[in-house]
C-alpha cells in the first residue's frame, strides 16, 4: 500500500509539474524539435498523437518541424493536413510516402474527414493543401529538414511504419546536403522515439515492422549505432485504452473537433489503444513518467520479432508496462492534452 501511495504522490506531482510548465516560456529555438512519422489513416491513435503534438505545440513546449505521412496515398496527406490547419499550424510542412509499402490494414476509415459536411453541406473540417500532388516524398523532407538543423537537435517520433525512414537510410547526397542519410541522421537526430516491437517473454510479431518488412530489416542495419531510440513495444500501449464513450464524452464540447468528428462519422465502436500517444509523451515530456529497460542492442528477425540484449555501450532503450494506476494517469495525461480546450484563435 506504501508503495501505491508513493506512486499516486509521484503521478500527481508530475501531472501539477506539467500543467505548470506552459507559465515558463522558452525561446523558440531552445525547445525540442520534432519531426512526426506517422500511417495517419488507419487507426484512430495517430490522430490523438498529431492532436496531443500540437497541443505541445500551442503551449510551448516543442517545436514541429514536419509531418512524414507513412501510409502511402494522398488521401492520408490530407488527414495530416487537416489536423495542422484544424489547429492553425497549416504552415508545418507535410510529406508523403510514394512507394515501400503496399497499404496498411485499416481499422476504422476516416479518409472522407476532410470532406464531412454539415445538414447544410457546409464543410465541417477544412484543410488547406490545394495540391498534394506537389507534397515532397517522405525522405526529401527529412533531408531537408534536417539538413538545416542544428547538430544533434532533432527528436524524430515514428509512429508508423519504417519505409519513409528506410528511404532517408539509403539516400545520397543532394541539393539539400551531399551528406548521406545515415551521416544526415547521424549528426542531426538526437534520438527516435518509436512505436515498434515487443519485448514481453513471448514477443509479439509487431504490425508496424511486419508490414513493411524489407524497410524494416533496412532500418535496423543502417540506423547509425550511437544515434538512441527509445522503443514503445505493443505490450505498452495495449494497456492503456481510451473508451469510445470517453473520447465522444472529452470531445463534445468542443467546436467540430476532427477526432470527434471521425468517432460520430464513423461509429467508432472499439476502444482505441493507446499506442501512438506514448512515443509523444516521451518525446516532449521526457522520461520521467517512464519505466525504461537498461541500454542495449535491438535487433529484429525475419518474422519481424524483436529481440533486446542489455549492453551498458547500447543506445536503445524499451518502455516496460506500468500498474494499472499508472495506466490511468496516463491516460489523465493524453486526454487533458488531446481533448484540451481550442485556443479562441483557432477554434471554429
Ligand atoms: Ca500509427
New binding site residues.
Given amino acids: 500500500m506504501k508503495k501505491l501511495f508513493a506512486c499516486s504522490v509521484l503521478l500527481l506531482l508530475w501531472l501539477t509539474a506539467c500543467s505548470h510548465s506552459a507559465e515558463c516560456p522558452v525561446a523558440d529555438d531552445e525547445l525540442p524539435a520534432l519531426i512526426v512519422d506517422?500511417?495517419i489513416g488507419g487507426?484512430t491513435?495517430?490522430l490523438f498523437a498529431l492532436a496531443m503534438l500540437h497541443r505541445y505545440v500551442d503551449e510551448g513546449r516543442c517545436r514541429l518541424l514536419g509531418v512524414v505521412v507513412d501510409r502511402p496515398g494522398e488521401e492520408n496527406a490530407m488527414l495530416a493536413d487537416v489536423l495542422n490547419t484544424f489547429y492553425g499550424h497549416s504552415s508545418i510542412p507535410i510529406a508523403l510516402a510514394r512507394g515501400g509499402l503496399e497499404g496498411g490494414e485499416i481499422w476504422t476509415d476516416y479518409r472522407d474527414l476532410p470532406h464531412y459536411t454539415d445538414a447544410q453541406g457546409v464543410p465541417l473540417i477544412r484543410g488547406s493543401l490545394t495540391d498534394v500532388a506537389d507534397l515532397p516524398d517522405g525522405y526529401r523532407l527529412y533531408r531537408r529538414l534536417l539538413a538545416s538543423a542544428p547538430e544533434g537537435s532533432v527528436r524524430i517520433c515514428s509512429?508508423?511504419f519504417v519505409n519513409v525512414l528506410a528511404s532517408l537510410l539509403l539516400s545520397q547526397g543532394d541539393e539539400y546536403s551531399p551528406l548521406s542519410g545515415i551521416e544526415l541522421v547521424r549528426r542531426k537526430v538526437k534520438s527516435l522515439y518509436i512505436?515498434a516491437g515487443s519485448f514481453a517473454s513471448e514477443p509479439q510479431v509487431e504490425y508496424n515492422l511486419s508490414r513493411c518488412l524489407e524497410a524494416s530489416h533496412t532500418f535496423f542495419d543502417l540506423w547509425p549505432a550511437e544515434v538512441p531510440i527509445c522503443f514503445s513495444p505493443a505490450e505498452v500501449g495495449e494497456t492503456i485504452d481510451y473508451p469510445v464513450e470517453q473520447v465522444l464524452a472529452d470531445f463534445s464540447s468542443l467546436p467540430p473537433h476532427p477526432i470527434q468528428q471521425v468517432y460520430q462519422r464513423c461509429r467508432v465502436d472499439e476502444d482505441q489503444r493507446m499506442w501512438?500517444p506514448l512515443v509523444v509523451l516521451q518525446a516532449v515530456e521526457g522520461d520521467a513518467l517512464f519505466t525504461l529497460s537498461e541500454p542495449g542492442r535491438v535487433w529484429m528477425d525475419d518474422s519481424a520479432r524483436t529481440y533486446f540484449e542489455p549492453d551498458a555501450q547500447g543506445r536503445c532503450r524499451y518502455q516496460k508496462p506500468g500498474t494499472a494506476t499508472w495506466c490511468q494517469a496516463v491516460l489523465h495525461r493524453i486526454r487533458s492534452l488531446a481533448a484540451a480546450p481550442i485556443a479562441p484563435s483557432v477554434a471554429r
Fill in positions: 506517422t500511417d487507426c491513435d495517430d509512429i508508423g512505436m501512438d
